[in-house]
């Protein structure tokens, strides 16, 4: 059953404080009372509030005291200011003591049930990114990054250098290698560790909204525009803000995150207020950038700003010592996920992982092995599970070294001598023989059953 929520109503008007509390216990919130901000001081002290909904203007004790006081009591609580009185200096006042917003009498109610929906959202999302961050901290962990080969050390033992400075980094690699990750490995072994980790894919919002996602924007900014947004940058003080796909930044958005790169400084959509902010910017792109600049489609100078320290990630296929550790351990995880009890790849599984070219890196081994894992009925997840590998792009086969049979023979005593010449070739290996014939190695089997060829 969901958990209501416990809302304190905090209001020397008594009417208007029953309006509200009959108003929210509709909405299925359980209600408190109090009439003035002393009162609400010490209820704050004693018991515990989901969400406090505060009247600024109360004759013994102020909205504004008591919010004061209710901060230093309790930080997480979020406090939501009414005022009749909509000046601005009264409203920035309430923000910068730590109301999470404000709302002028008379209240809109769809606005307020929207805030308060909001409000306790945000906090427990403030809590479920604490838990994360101690889990994340574990799986960043550079010890705990899949790849013993030469060019995953090289990349580690810089990231391990890099991270713990406040240098921008610029992240390349062909799509799939990894490099969420480690924008993530970077941020979780900095000093900025215990604070936000934000991530924003530049390609994945319009152009339209990616400067409100990016810098915030004011109530009335544009048509939809109903609330104040607080932006990535905004979200990512003093951690680091991950952009991904920085390519597909637009010309003008460009120029803007340039001057936050300079400045440390922006202003949400339809504001004036300059917003200071202390953000470690990573951007990653799967394109050549230098060649970006030359078809004038990216800035020069905001590259340069970017590209203090450069990580390349190199390509799956270029790293295939790796491939046998990636695949056991996506093997783990999706075998657990599904409740399969996996132990391993057979040995023809693991050849034609290790055979083929991974176009689409880590991501494409990921989705093959948990692909097979759903597939296999077996504890060895077989080559006859792995489909995707087998069934888009092909495998590169080499030129058996098999002697055509001269002579008029029958069509099946060509394949046996064929199948026997590979054998010989190969030196007696199966795989490998089945590989080069363009089969199976389970159709082999099968062959070398029906000739009565001894081994088979």
Not at 414 to 425: D, F, G, P, R, S
Request: aromatic share 6%.
């Amino acid at each position: 059953m969901e958990k209501k929520h416990t809302i304190l109503v905090v209001d020397d008007d008594p009417g208007h404080r029953t309006m509200l509390k009959t108003l929210l216990t509709g909405w299925g919130y359980f209600i408190h009372e109090a009439d003035d901000g002393s009162t609400a001081i010490e209820m704050v002290r004693t018991r515990a509030f989901d969400l406090i909904l505060m009247d600024i203007r109360m004759i013994k004790v102020s909205g504004l005291q008591a919010l004061t006081e209710i901060k230093a009591l309790n930080p997480a609580i979020p406090v939501i200011i009414m005022t009749a009185f909509s000046s601005v200096e009264t409203a920035v006042e309430a923000l910068k003591t730590g109301a999470y917003d404000y709302l002028t009498k008379p209240l809109d109610f769809d606005e307020l049930r929207l805030t308060m929906e909001r409000a306790m959202e945000h906090t427990s999302l403030k809590e479920e990114n604490r838990l994360l961050r101690e889990s994340l901290g574990s799986q960043f962990d550079l010890r705990n990054i899949i790849g013993r080969s030469q060019a995953m050390v090289r990349l580690l033992e810089t990231v391990a250098q890099v991270a713990p400075t406040e240098a921008t980094v610029l992240i390349t690699g062909e799509s799939g290698t990894g490099k969420e990750m480690i924008a993530g490995a970077i941020h979780f072994n900095s000093l900025r560790k215990d604070f936000p980790f934000v991530k924003i894919n530049c390609a994945a919002i319009t152009e339209t909204l990616l400067e409100s996602e990016i810098f915030g924007h004011e109530k009335g900014a544009f048509t939809g525009a109903y609330k104040r947004k607080e932006g990535r940058f905004s979200q990512a003080h003093r951690g680091s803000l991950f952009l991904d796909e920085i390519s597909e930044m637009s010309a003008a958005m460009q120029v803007k995150l340039m001057r936050v790169l300079q400045e440390r400084e922006f202003t949400r959509v339809g504001g004036e207020e300059t917003i200071k902010v202390d953000v470690r910017v990573i951007a990653a792109t799967n394109k050549d950038l230098l060649q970006e600049i030359d078809a004038g489609r990216f800035r020069d100078d905001l590259f340069y700003r970017l590209n203090v320290v450069n990580l390349t990630l190199p390509p799956l296929k270029h790293r295939k010592e790796d491939i046998p550790l990636l695949a056991q351990h996506f093997l783990r995880v999706f075998s657990d996920k599904n409740r399969k009890q996996m132990k391993g790849f057979t040995p023809q599984a693991m050849d034609r992982l290790l055979r083929y070219d991974w176009p689409g890196n880590v991501r494409e081994l990921m989705n093959a092995v948990e692909r097979g894992v759903v597939l296999s009925r077996t504890e060895f997840l077989d080559e006859e599970q792995l489909p995707l590998i087998s069934g888009t792009t092909p495998l590169k086969k080499e030129a058996a070294p098999v002697e055509i049979v001269p002579g008029h023979l029958p069509l099946e005593e060509v394949e046996k001598a064929t199948i026997l010449n590979t054998l010989e070739a190969v030196r007696g290996n199966k795989s490998e023989a089945a590989r080069r014939l363009g089969i199976t190695r389970k159709t082999l089997h099968a062959k070398l059953k029906k000739y009565g060829i001894l081994g088979g």
